[in-house]
């Protein structure tokens, strides 16, 4: 028991250290994730899942597919689909039936598979993995159309190509003999049904529990995640695979309820999809063997070029005709399709099962499944970004700043940000509040910045950074905190001073924001410096020019708020960790008006100071000479 201890210890350290080193090199974290497995497993041998952990292997794995399944299902609201709802449904009817019988063909002729693997192997490359694109959208900023499309399209087609696989399977046994026709397709239209009705009952029925207060907030997710568990076991005592459609029905069903801890369940089983994500690509691509990787090929490659490069944007271009997408939409879509979790997983289930079933292309299927994940996430997962770029579906490429709180003095920070190449948005659900910067030619918001609708169009995922401005420093807490997760804690900024606050008036400090000022300044302060004549200042250094140059042409009271580095970098005065601007950094100040110095005369003041200074420190004799 030791040593499965120990081995369990390592896939949890090294799926999230691959984690954590995908986050600081700013790389795709499944191609990390794929080479750790490669060297626990093939390369060592030190991780034999099947080995290892024995019959509840597959069971496991089933599970941990379906509560990932589940998680994405909980991501997917209607309402971010009204722009695309047509090209989602076309590429789910339309597009993914297409790619089955393309990958089918192309697996038969030109990888040499029988017709009864290739047809299983087609259904499988049906799916597009939520699991690699939810964190390739995190880090490739999509506008919200493109990014709206390739998640539900990931979501909802990979328990839909797992029973297309299921389908194929069954069809595979009848043929040989093993089950009767009729039984089968009996229990296919059961469990399709059981799936579509159990997984909305089972949702609908957990929210109503919920909002009714017949669970207790501290037991939710427990709930939450045992629920899940029981509705894919039993769809799956129906129809083996059956339960990944079913959970995510359930989650699409609470998605689009208006149930107010969703937030929380929503951030909690982020946690668990991530650790869960983590360890099941160690596992899985440790479980591959070296005969297994040897047996691909020319034919192989073959075969993976046919369905990255004709079947994919084929079935795409022939789907979104007439969708409303733009060309550079289907472009885009055409081209990122990565394969993850429940491709290998679903294969690695079936490859197993036509072994046993003395179809001698079980583990050849694996493998090609295999191929087709490594370069889809290789390459999709390296190309996502410039491509985005390329074809102008990226939001800013400069992270932004959010601003709520429509005010002269906000409007004027906007001002000089702008002026710093920063993007910045001022949200008020004050329509007078925002004339001065609509006026001005800032971007805005009209609606308020805690409603759902907020949520789906504002686009958060573009934002750097948060300053909450408002008169009400409770309200200017609250949007930090709801931010917070999103943006990051460390990103979320307030108005306000703590230190003038009673310990009976404070907040606790699990609650709001960084102050904005160093040290903070409340809003009426601000907005009597501001009318007394206070400006937003910005100032480039140079080697001549530096910060201590810089804070000597100004009056003591001025504020540094932040800096922006030449590669676009914004360092915040209140988040430096010590941190100083330095040569060609843009310092952005608030203070009172004075007419700058040259850097010259600050130069030759400093070299006078200096001097004198030197001149006291003399030895008494060398004074007298």
């Given at each position: 028991m030791e040593h499965i201890a120990a081995k369990l210890a390592f896939?949890?350290?090294?799926?999230?250290?691959?984690?954590?080193?995908?986050?600081?090199?700013?790389?795709?974290?499944?191609?990390?994730?794929?080479?750790?497995?490669?060297?626990?497993?093939?390369?060592?041998?030190?991780?034999?899942?099947?080995?290892?952990?024995?019959?509840?292997?597959?069971?496991?794995?089933?599970?941990?597919?379906?509560?990932?399944?589940?998680?994405?299902?909980?991501t997917l609201n209607f309402r971010e689909i009204r722009e695309t709802s047509t090209a989602v449904r076309r590429i789910i009817l339309f597009g993914g039936p297409l790619t089955w019988l393309g990958s089918t063909l192309a697996a038969h002729y030109i990888g040499g598979l029988s017709w009864a693997v290739s047809t299983i192997l087609g259904a499988i490359l049906v799916v597009t993995g939520p699991t690699v694109i939810m964190p390739l959208l995190r880090s490739a900023k999509l506008k919200s159309r493109p990014a709206s499309l390739l998640r539900w399209e990931a979501i909802v087609n990979d328990p839909i190509g797992a029973l297309f696989a299921v389908i194929s399977f069954e069809v595979f046994l009848v043929l040989h003999g093993s089950h009767g026709a009729d039984s089968v397709f009996l229990n296919i239209a059961i469990a399709f049904v059981f799936a579509v009705a159990g997984g909305f009952a089972a949702g609908r029925a957990l929210v109503w529990a919920f909002i009714r207060g017949h669970?207790?907030?501290?037991?939710?997710?427990?709930?939450?995640?045992?629920?899940?568990?029981?509705?894919?076991?039993?769809?799956?005592?129906?129809?083996?695979?059956?339960?990944?459609?079913?959970?995510?029905?359930?989650?699409?069903?609470?998605?689009?309820?208006?149930?107010?801890?969703?937030?929380?369940?929503?951030r909690f089983k982020e946690t668990i999809t991530i650790l869960l994500v983590s360890g099941?690509?160690?596992?899985?691509?440790?479980?591959?063997?070296?005969?297994?990787?040897?047996?691909?090929?020319?034919?192989?490659?073959?075969?993976?070029?046919?369905?990255?490069?004709?079947?994919?944007?084929?079935?795409?271009?022939?789907?979104?005709?007439?969708?409303?997408?733009?060309?550079?939409?289907?472009?885009?879509?055409?081209?990122?399709?990565?394969?993850?979790?429940?491709?290998?997983?679903?294969?690695?289930?079936?490859?197993?099962?036509?072994?046993?079933?003395?179809?001698?292309?079980?583990?050849?299927?694996?493998?090609?499944?295999f191929a087709v994940v490594v370069a889809t996430i290789f390459l999709h997962g390296f190309t996502l970004g410039p491509l985005a770029r390329l074809l102008d579906l990226?939001?800013?490429?400069?992270?932004?700043?959010?601003?709520?709180?429509?005010?002269?003095?906000?409007?004027?920070?906007?001002?000089?940000?702008?002026?710093?190449?920063?993007?910045?948005?001022?949200?008020?659900?004050?329509?007078?509040?925002?004339?001065?910067?609509?006026?001005?030619?800032?971007?805005?918001?009209?609606?308020?910045?805690?409603?759902?609708?907020?949520?789906?169009?504002?686009?958060?995922?573009?934002?750097?950074?948060?300053?909450?401005?408002t008169d009400n420093d409770a309200y200017n807490a609250l949007i930090c905190t709801d931010f917070g997760p999103e943006i990051g804690r460390n990103n979320v900024y307030q108005i306000g001073d703590t230190s003038?606050?009673?310990?009976?008036?404070?907040?606790?400090?699990?609650?709001?924001?960084?102050?904005?000022?160093?040290?903070?300044?409340?809003?009426?302060?601000?907005?009597?410096?501001?009318?007394?004549?206070?400006?937003?200042?910005?100032?480039?250094?140079?080697?001549?020019?530096?910060?201590?140059?810089?804070?000597?042409?100004?009056?003591?009271?001025t504020r540094i708020i932040l800096w922006r580095k030449p590669d676009g970098t914004m360092i915040f005065e209140a988040n430096c960790n010590g941190a100083k601007p330095q040569k060609e950094d843009q310092v952005l100040s608030f203070g009172p008006a004075k007419q700058p110095e040259t850097a010259r005369e600050i130069q030759e003041e400093r070299e006078k100071k200096s001097g004198d200074k030197a001149k006291k420190q003399k030895p008494a004799s060398e004074a007298v000479e």
């Open positions: 896939i949890g350290a090294a799926g999230i250290g691959a984690q954590w080193l995908a986050w600081r090199l700013k790389l795709p974290a499944i191609v990390l994730l794929l080479a750790a497995g490669f060297l626990a497993g093939p390369v060592t041998g030190f991780i034999q899942p099947s080995v290892d952990f024995g019959d509840i292997y597959q069971p496991v794995v089933g599970l941990a597919v379906a509560i990932i399944l589940f998680e994405g299902g909980l669970v207790p907030e501290y037991l939710k997710a427990p709930v939450l995640l045992a629920s899940v568990i029981a509705i894919f076991s039993a769809s799956n005592l129906i129809l083996e695979e059956s339960g990944l459609l079913t959970v995510t029905i359930m989650g699409i069903t609470m998605a689009n309820s208006r149930l107010a801890s969703l937030g929380e369940l929503r099941l690509f160690i596992v899985l691509t440790a479980a591959l063997e070296w005969p297994v990787i040897m047996s691909l090929d020319l034919r192989a490659l073959g075969f993976v070029i046919a369905v990255l490069f004709v079947i994919r944007p084929i079935a795409i271009f022939a789907a979104t005709t007439g969708s409303g997408l733009t060309w550079q939409e289907r472009l885009l879509t055409a081209w990122i399709a990565p394969r993850g979790i429940v491709a290998v997983a679903v294969a690695s289930l079936f490859g197993s099962l036509l072994t046993a079933s003395d179809a001698g292309d079980g583990q050849r299927m694996v493998a090609f499944t990226r939001t800013a490429e400069t992270p932004g700043i959010l601003i709520v709180g429509g005010y002269q003095w906000t409007t004027a920070l906007a001002r000089k940000l702008q002026d710093m190449k920063i993007p910045v948005t001022i949200a008020d659900p004050n329509w007078n509040h925002l004339s001065e910067a609509r006026q001005a030619g800032i971007e805005t918001h009209f609606g308020e910045p805690l409603s759902e609708h907020a949520h789906h169009n504002l686009n958060i995922g573009r934002f750097g950074a948060l300053v909450a401005a003038e606050q009673s310990e009976r008036r404070s907040l606790n400090f699990t609650i709001g924001g960084k102050q904005f000022f160093q040290p903070g300044m409340t809003h009426r302060q601000i907005r009597q410096r501001h009318n007394a004549g206070w400006t937003f200042q910005t100032t480039r250094l140079t080697e001549e020019f530096d910060r201590d140059a810089y804070m000597a042409s100004r009056l003591k009271d």
